[in-house]
Structures are given as structure tokens and as C-alpha cells.
């Protein structure tokens, strides 16, 4: 394929670096364009140039970063050539520090600036502002006789490490530049000799631009230097160690060259939190011995079974906390609720292995927050759990003439929605709420003592149903007439989270439990029947298993009559009579099985709250009418 020599120009063109700026507005304002081999001439000349100029930037720079060339446009300064020499023994002695304001010393040897730095509790060190101007490859060394340590920009190469102590840590490159130091620790070098050079106290500053070796901290080890022929040579005690070259005005320390490609493998990275081969680290025996606790280290120390440990480099083990993390469970209480439907705590039990006769599986329960009164809903599905909460919020409100303000349940698909790649999509019941401006409130996932109330709520009412069904002959399919009794109980009896009951909070009145019959007893029933005989029985046989919803009066189970779930008025209940052949009490077993959401199926039960009368004797003769109010 043949390119257009013009789109190749323009196209090399907008590739340039940003130091080329000035090149290509010269070749945008020029109205001959150049061709490839005029651009490709013209830009080898503009790279001499900036390289010629960066040269000379970096020549006029002083150690205190602060000088620069003034000199005329068109005039060459001759100083330009070669690096300024400062000589302490040639200061002025009217020369004045720019930090204390005293004359004699230079700002950067102020005794006054380095104490000010302690007390600051500032890790303060400094390099040469010169050795930092322009970027290097990161597998590059470099003596710096301004330096007041080793400093490094990777990670490849650290023997050992560990994070700085102190509020600030900043590395200070002359007056005006600084980096953050993120670490410390001894870094291992290899000449081209094969000495292994180790720089202690060296600190990991990725902001630097180059990695730079203290020729101070050299000589404190003993170190000599000669130079000769721009060749750096690395002597001690007359023996030769290794050498380095002079490139760009800094001298760059010869490594081996096995090594020097090394620095680039990532697998060389140590970890900042381990001090490996320091014998006396502790987080090194922490990961020895099986990642134990600090505290049994320390005993292991005492006793005298380990060495003494330098603690200094314990720091948090993110392997522990893979491995060990628990559940967190807050140790703060919930805040109560002032005011009835401030908060309304719900949740869905079930399903169950055994249906009930109109075929539900499950039941969801409302608990009020501020009175802990209970309403339930028998339901087909787990998806007609909004339609259940439409009935309950309609008529709470309605009858409490206030509004519900928060629902608060688990993250299950029927409460919240379905999980798709874009995380958990509000569902039905969350839109309803949010169309009837009610707020809602989730748990985490697989915290459900965040519901902690309705879980708990749902508990006891199936205790007290596994309970009643255990001592009747009711079949176990008629649990759901059991679990509304319960609920009817529960409403008004004593509450441990609640000074009156949640009947006497919920509307105002004590209640009244005189008319409480034992569920699952025997009862003679007499049903209405307009062509009855003279001589046909009066009663049918029955068991008593609750109040209806919408009548006065009572509900029993009979197993020999034609209709068995019937509703009477009139009927005696034996409370003290056997309830079963045996004295002996059935094992109850109501379980809850996993099962999927299916299609919506719309029906629903409320809690009864029909009051019935009863009189003084054990067998009672129980007529309609009944007393409306307890």
C-alpha cells in the first residue's frame, strides 16, 4: 500500500514530543511545506539543538537548584560549559542564609534548618536538584556527591524493606522540588565486577527520576574514588571494586549486566511489609510459623524460644486476613422507633415441605417497630409478597390514619430484585415503595441478624405451631390455622422489648383474653340446616382450629362431615377431654425447603381479629351474639 507523502510528513508531524512544540508551529506557519527527507533533516537539527540546550540547563543548576543563566540571546557564555563549583573554604563572609538570615554558611548547611526539620518530625533528606531534571532508565545507577543518601525509584532489587515512621516523608531535591518517600531498607547492587555493593538506609522514592548512589554514604564505608580519563573507579583498602562512566555531566556506576536486565522482572519485587533474610524479623517469623497471633510470638520470645524480634516491621498481614476474617457483628443497638409505622420490619418464611389445604407455601410477616404488633400473609408465592404489601400498608393507614415511613427487610430477590452483571435491579416490591415515597432499608448480604427482629418474630410463631399441632389430631396440613392463632396470641401477650403489649400500643385498649379457647380441642358443632329431622343428630363431631376472619363466631375442622372446614355460632368445646387416643404427643416436623420463585399466583390471608365471649365452665356452651370489643 502506497502512503501520500504529504499525510506521512503531517503525520510524523503530530507524533513529536511536547518539547517540539515550537518545531511544528514553525512547520504549520511556513507555507511551502517540507518533504520526508527535508522534515527528516530538519528535525535531526532541531534534536541537537534541545539536546545542546538541555545540556546546558543542566550545567548552570547549582546545588541549590536556584541559578540559572541570564545571559542575552545570540551571546555564548563561556561558564556555560562547565558545571559551578561551589568551595566552602571561598565563602564570603558576608554571604547570608536565606533561613536564618545570619551570614557565613549557605542556606542548605544551616544548623537552625536541619533542627527545625527534626522537630517538625520530618524525614528529611536531599539530592542533588541537577541529578533530577530529566527521566533516566529505571536499571541505571548514578554517583551524586550532593546526595545525603542512596535513594531508588523501583522495587526491583530491595534485599529488605519496610514503610517509613512519621506524619511527613518527603525526599527534598534542591529548594523547589520533593518526592514522597514510601519506603526504606538495604538495597543489593552487582558491578560489572561482580561485587555485591549493599546500600543500607536506601529509600524507595518512586517520584525520583534517577536512582542515586551517596558518594558521602561511600565514603563513611571506606570507600576511595579516582578518576581519570571520565572514568569513575570504586576503590577500598587498594582493592578494586568496580567503576562508572561519565554521561551527560553525572557519572553512572557500571553494573552487571545480568543484573541490570533483572530490574525490569517483577518477580524481583520484594515485599515492603517482609524483611527477608533479616533473622530478627518478626513478620518474617510471623509467616514461618503459620501466621500466628502477635501476642503468642511474644510469649515464644519471653520464654526464650525465639531470638529477640524487631517488631518494627509488623505490619497488617493481608494473607491473615484472607484466611482468618470473620463475620462482623455491630455491638451497637438499633435505634427504637418513637411512633407507630415509624419502622416495619418484614420477612418471608418458608416454603414448606407440607402445603396448606389452599395450597400456600409460605408466609410473610409486618412487625411494627414501636408496638412489635404483627400482621401475616399466607402466600402461594414469594413474588406476591408486594401484593401483600399493598393490602397491609392500605390498611394500616387507613385504620392508624398514619403513614409508613420505612420498610426494612433482607436483600432477597423477592424484597429487592434480581442480580444481573450490573449488580442487584430494584423488583416490584421496591418500586412500590418507591412510588408510594417509603423508604427502604436492606441488609448486607448473608447478614441476617440486620433483620434481626422479624427473623427472630418468625421463629417463635413456628415454635408455638410446631407446639399446638404436636398435641392435637389436626392434620398437618392445617398448620396455616395454627399459625394464625399464634399470631393472634403473640399480639397480646407481654413483649420483653416493650413495656405494655403490642395489642394495648397498637390500639390503645387492654386486651381481653377470656374468650381464648385451647386450639385443636374437641367440640360438638351444630351447623344450620333448615330441613333438619326430628330425629337427626343436633351436632357433628369437630375440632375447634380458629375464629373467622370476617364473622363472629367459630371455625372447626371436621373430618367426617362432607364440608370439613365449616363456621358456627353454636357449639360446645371439651378443653379437658382427650385429644387424641394416646396420651403420648405426635412428633411435629414442619420444615422450610429451598425453592426457586416461580410466577406470581394472587392470594392472600390477614390476621384474625375476632373476639368471641366465653362463659365460667370447663365445658363450654358458646352462642351467638358475641361482644364486639374486648
Known amino acids: 500500500m502506497e502512503v501520500n507523502e504529504s499525510f506521512l510528513v503531517q503525520f510524523i508531524t503530530n507524533s513529536l514530543p511536547l518539547e517540539f512544540g515550537q518545531f511544528q508551529v514553525n512547520h504549520n506557519t511556513i507555507k511551502d511545506k517540507w518533504n520526508f527527507q527535508e522534515i527528516k533533516a530538519m528535525l535531526v537539527q532541531e534534536e541537537g539543538r534541545l539536546k545542546k540546550m538541555r545540556d546546558n540547563f543542566i550545567h548552570l543548576t547549582t546545588h541549590e537548584g536556584a541559578s540559572f543563566s541570564k545571559a542575552k540571546p545570540g551571546k555564548k557564555n563561556k561558564k556555560d560549559k562547565t558545571p559551578m563549583k561551589v568551595n566552602k573554604g571561598n565563602i564570603q563572609k558576608d554571604h547570608k542564609c536565606f533561613f536564618c538570615k545570619k551570614v557565613g554558611h549557605f542556606k542548605k548547611d544551616c544548623p537552625k534548618r536541619k533542627s527545625w526539620f527534626e522537630k517538625k518530625g520530618t524525614f528529611y533528606v536531599s539530592v542533588s536538584f541537577e541529578a533530577n531534571i530529566i ?80 558518594v558521602a554514604k561511600l565514603d563513611c564505608l571506606g570507600f576511595n574514588f579516582k578518576i581519570e580519563n571520565d572514568i569513575f573507579h570504586l576503590y577500598k583498602l587498594s582493592y578494586y571494586y568496580g567503576s562508572g562512566t561519565l554521561v551527560d555531566g553525572l557519572y553512572r556506576l557500571n553494573l552487571d549486566v545480568n543484573f541490570s536486565e533483572s530490574l525490569f522482572n517483577v518477580e524481583n519485587v520484594v515485599d515492603r511489609n517482609s524483611s527477608a533474610g533479616n533473622e530478627c ?38 494473607d491473615c486476613i484472607k484466611g482468618k476474617q470473620t463475620k462482623h457483628i455491630s455491638k451497637y443497638p438499633a435505634t427504637r ?83 444481573d452483571e450490573s449488580g442487584q435491579c430494584p423488583g416490584p416490591f421496591a418500586k412500590y415503595l418507591e412510588s408510594r415515597g417509603i423508604c427502604a432499608q436492606y441488609t448486607m448480604p448473608g447478614t441476617p441478624q440486620q433483620n434481626g427482629v422479624a427473623e427472630r418474630r418468625n421463629r417463635i410463631l413456628m415454635d408455638m405451631v410446631r407446639s399446638m399441632l404436636s398435641h392435637s389430631n389436626i392434620p398437618l396440613s392445617l398448620w396455616m390455622y395454627s399459625l394464625q392463632i399464634v399470631v393472634y396470641l403473640v399480639n397480646r401477650v407481654p413483649s420483653k422489648v416493650v413495656s405494655k403489649t403490642p395489642y394495648e400500643l397498637w390500639t390503645g385498649r387492654k386486651p381481653n383474653l377470656r374468650h381464648l379457647h385451647v386450639w385443636g380441642c374437641p367440640a360438638e358443632v351444630r351447623l344450620y340446616n333448615p330441613h333438619e329431622k326430628k330425629l337427626d343428630a343436633r351436632t357433628i363431631s369437630g375440632y375447634f382450629i380458629g375464629y373467622p376472619e370476617k364473622s363472629k363466631g367459630y371455625r372447626f375442622y371436621c373430618p367426617n362431615h362432607s364440608t370439613r372446614i365449616v363456621e358456627s355460632g353454636n357449639a360446645r368445646l371439651i378443653e379437658n377431654g382427650q385429644f387424641s387416643e394416646s396420651e403420648e404427643s405426635r412428633i411435629v416436623d414442619i ?21 368471641v365471649s366465653q362463659s365460667h365452665n370447663k365445658q363450654r356452651q358458646v352462642n351467638v351474639p358475641i361482644p364486639q370489643n374486648e
Not at 548514578?142 to 506524619?167: C, E, R, Y
Not at 389445604?357 to 410473610?364: A, N, V
Not at 392500605?394 to 420498610?407: A, C, G, I, S, Y
Not at 406470581?600 to 375476632?610: A, M
Open 135 to 214: 527521566e533516566v532508565p529505571n536499571n541505571t545507577w548514578w554517583l551524586d556527591s550532593g546526595a545525603t543518601t542512596h535513594v531508588s525509584n523501583i522495587m526491583q532489587g530491595f534485599h529488605s524493606i519496610q514503610p517509613i515512621k512519621g506524619t511527613e516523608k518527603y525526599l527534598y531535591m534542591g529548594n523547589i522540588m520533593k518526592a514522597q518517600i514510601e519506603g526504606i531498607g538495604t538495597y543489593r547492587l552487582i558491578l560489572d565486577t561482580g561485587y555485591c555493593l549493599n546500600l543500607e538506609k536506601c529509600l524507595y522514592v518512586p517520584g525520583c527520576a534517577r536512582n542515586i548512589i551517596s
Open 337 to 419: 422507633s418513637s411512633q407507630l409505622l415509624d419502622l416495619i420490619h418484614t420477612d418471608i418464611c418458608g416454603p414448606f415441605d407440607i402445603k396448606s389445604w389452599r395450597g400456600e407455601k409460605y408466609f410473610i410477616s409486618f412487625i411494627d417497630d414501636f408496638s412489635r404488633y404483627c400482621y401475616i400473609y399466607l402466600l402461594h408465592e414469594k413474588s406476591q409478597s408486594v401484593n401483600a404489601l399493598e393490602v397491609f400498608t392500605n390498611e394500616v393507614e387507613k385504620q392508624l390514619d398514619r403513614k409508613v415511613k420505612v420498610v426494612r427487610s433482607d436483600r432477597g430477590g423477592e424484597y429487592y430484585g434480581k442480580t
Open 591 to 611: 420444615q422450610e425447603d429451598t425453592d426457586s420463585i416461580s410466577t406470581p399466583n394472587v392470594s392472600s390471608e390477614v390476621v384474625i381479629t375476632l373476639v
Open 281 to 318: 524479623s518478626a513478620f518474617l517469623w510471623h509467616k514461618i510459623l503459620g501466621h500466628i497471633s502477635k501476642e503468642k510470638m511474644l510469649r515464644l520470645v519471653k520464654n526464650e524460644i525465639l531470638p529477640q524480634l524487631d517488631f518494627d516491621d509488623w505490619d497488617v498481614c493481608i
